[in-house]
């Protein structure tokens, strides 16, 4: 769900890692928590449209449009976002590849 709406709450809360789904506004997380509460992120690949789909493109734009936007950012952890549904292998396998391509120009 969308967690937008109380990110200045959590960042009072204090917390070390928080995981959130693909609604919620990832550039506003990044300068909001992670940069200078240094908060790690977890998440947001879409459950439903990137981790079933069987379109190898579809799941590859997904990972590389999220990357893009953390950037050389330190403390960002690619995960589902919001929950696992039953992902095909071959999937999680795109995802391994497309995060270790990036990490490599990075």
Known sequence: SNSTHIIDSLIEVGM???NFGPTTDLNLLIDKMLKPEKVALMGNIDPVK???SDDEELIKKEITDLLKK???????IISAGGGLNPTPAGNIEIIVEEVSEFNMHR
């Open 16 to 18: 070390d890692v928080f």
């Open 50 to 52: 990137a981790l079933l």
């Open 70 to 76: 953390v950037g050389k950012e330190q403390g960002f």
